[in-house]
């Protein structure tokens, strides 16, 4: 089994934090979204891994090359970005005819991957959602079979929206899908959509299966990012800080913080992820992810995504309040 992971798009919802930083190795819960994923996987016994990468692809394979050497590895480039098929389709050399697992770099769940990696089927993750405009939607027949796959309708007539998580044993099928929707430049919103591909395999009498995942998190936004490390956080085991990491501190659990930081005079918490060596003084933050070697001072935070190497330093107030006086900083 393969898992086939994309992470070449720009994540232009997440600027300007991708401006510099591919949208997969933004940090929830103590490691990048692409980590999250990655360690399901494995745990679930997977050890080939094909990326498909773009826009500061060479970070993604750094980090992968650094964090994983344990697993078999390959990087396929896509310089364009013509959707989620023709990123597919770019690496059938990789895939050859092997059973590949495709899982969207962007996308955190919570299912039995294990089963879904031994099952004999095809299946694809589906979830019911409030709005399905916005995403692929699975029809199922009588049978609980999917017997049509749309991309993002007008008009649904399904609320199982594909959450990015793709079993496919057919591979051969698939490649050929994805020839003919290329050659003859079939597109959905101007894009080669893999949703199309596996309706065409459908259509080929491949029959898929579909499985239910119990949560799942489209890290595409920051606030859907926020919620996610919320989350995480309070199921993972985050209430004990280093001592050595904190001085003078109030810390609100759950907490993440990293190796190599500094943080004194501060309240922290809940529901903060702070990466290796951030340095934080006399500040107040809550429901916030700050990344790697930030340097923040004097900050009053909540909601906040902080990037990489960022530096804030706030304000300090001097005051002389008279009776029946009020303020309003916000």
Not at 27 to 32: I, L, N, Q, Y
Not at 152 to 171: C, D, F, Q, R, W
Not at 244 to 268: L, M, Q, R, T, Y
Request: charged letters at 20%.
């Amino acid at each position: 089994m393969k898992a086939v992971i994309p992470v070449a798009g720009i994540g232009t919802r997440l600027r300007p934090h991708t401006h510099t930083q591919p949208k997969s190795l933004i940090p929830v819960a103590g490691k990048p979204i692409l980590a999250h994923i990655v360690d399901q996987l494995v745990e679930a016994g997977v050890n080939e891994f094909i990326f498909i990468i773009g826009y500061l692809g060479d970070k993604i394979e750094e980090y992968i090359s650094k964090n994983y050497p344990q697993i078999q590895a390959e990087f396929v480039m896509q310089t364009t970005g013509k959707g989620t098929g023709h990123a597919i389709w770019l690496a059938k050399e990789a895939i050859g005819n092997s059973p590949i697992l495709i899982v969207f770099g962007d996308t955190i769940c919570e299912l039995d991957w294990k089963a879904i990696v031994q099952s004999k089927h095809s299946m694809l993750g589906v979830k019911k959602v409030d709005d399905p405009r916005q995403f692929g939607v699975a029809e199922l027949d009588e049978d609980q079979h999917i017997c049509r796959l749309v991309e993002k309708p007008s008009i649904p007539k399904s609320n199982l929206a594909l959450v990015g998580i793709y079993k496919i044993n057919e591979t051969e099928v698939l490649m050929s899908c994805l020839d003919t929707i290329i050659e003859n430049n079939i597109k959905t919103q101007n894009e080669f959509h893999l949703t199309d591909a596996l309706m065409c395999m459908i259509q080929s009498d491949v029959e898929f299966y579909s499985f239910n995942v119990s949560s799942w998190f489209d890290c595409g936004k920051k606030e859907i990012l926020l919620q996610t490390n919320q989350l995480l956080l309070k199921r993972g085991q985050f209430k004990d800080v280093d001592p050595e990491a904190v001085h003078n501190c109030i810390i609100i659990p759950p907490v993440f913080i990293d190796k190599g930081c500094k943080i004194s005079n501060s309240i922290i918490g809940p529901n903060v992820s702070i990466g290796e060596n951030v340095i934080i003084e006399s500040s107040i933050i809550k429901e916030t992810i700050i990344g790697p070697y930030a340097d923040l001072n004097y900050a009053v935070l909540t909601n906040s995504l902080i990037g990489n190497d960022a530096s804030l330093q706030g304000t300090v107030q001097s005051l002389n309040l008279g009776d029946s006086a009020e303020i309003n900083f916000r």
